[in-house]
């Protein structure tokens, strides 16, 4: 199993320019979530998903969109970057019922 | 405003010697906690939990302490060792809450 895993690892993007993030995982897991992670701030929740088709907002929804067309796949899009959206970004995924979440490696973005 | 308070941005303990790490909460509706430990380049990964209905939960080198009371929690880490040095993320739910609210961590170091 690979688990949860994220494309692509590192990223820079130019102030404007649009970027998708994608997740994949293997467990069958019914819930996946996006998250950003800034100095100081600790893990902050953008967007989740309790199964496909469905996705709703977190703490810092501005400025991302998502997308659950697959149980598998849960995509994070950036439409117009901005440099606020520097930082590095980790999906997880869980069972429908647990509070344990297992996370990807992560992706560091850095806008300019 | 920040739910869930980790106040010790870093701490660094003797090889050998107990490691205590703290995490407040506000929230009287968060009834289920986690400790995540997360290595640099590396996604969070879930270390131990612990129920509202327990103050204490063992695993192995790892304890964690629930005072629902003064609304604290504490990650016991006995004897740490250099493998340990990483950063600690405490995480809080409420009953059927798909959602966990992270602290902003606590960098730790294990000095040999």
């Known amino acids: 199993n690979a688990g949860v895993t994220q494309t692509p690892k590192f990223r820079v993007l130019k102030t404007g320019q649009s970027m998708t993030l994608l997740c994949a995982q293997d467990?069958?897991?019914?819930?996946m979530y996006w998250y950003r992670q800034d100095p100081g701030m600790g893990l902050r929740l953008i967007h989740y998903?309790?199964?496909?088709?469905?996705?709703a907002k977190g703490e810092v929804p501005d400025g991302y969109n998502v997308s659950r067309l697959k149980k598998q796949n849960f995509l994070l899009g950036l439409e117009s970057a901005a440099p606020s959206q520097t930082s590095v970004y980790f999906c997880?995924?869980?069972?429908?019922?647990?509070?344990?979440?297992?996370f990807g490696p992560g992706t560091r973005l850095t806008v300019t | 405003d920040q739910q869930v308070k980790q106040n010790s941005p870093s701490l660094s303990v003797q090889e050998g010697r107990i490691s205590i790490l703290n995490c407040d909460y506000t929230?009287?509706?968060?009834?289920?906690f986690l400790w995540y430990k997360k290595y640099p380049a590396e996604g969070p990964t879930f270390l131990i939990s612990?129920?509202?209905?327990?103050d204490k939960n063992e695993d192995g080198r790892f304890t964690v302490f629930l005072n629902k009371s003064a609304k604290h929690l504490s990650l016991h880490i006995v004897p740490s060792q250099p493998g340990d040095s990483a950063v600690y993320f405490c995480?809080?739910?409420?009953?059927?809450?798909?959602?966990?609210?992270f602290g902003t961590g606590t960098r730790l170091t294990i000095i040999p």
């Open positions: 997880a995924s869980s069972y429908h019922g647990s509070y344990e979440q297992y």
């Open positions: 467990m069958n897991h019914e819930y």
């Open positions: 998903s309790v199964g496909e088709g469905t996705t």
């Open positions: 929230n009287s509706m968060f009834d289920y």
């Open positions: 612990i129920s509202s209905i327990k």
């Open positions: 995480a809080a739910s409420g009953f059927g809450n798909e959602k966990l609210t």
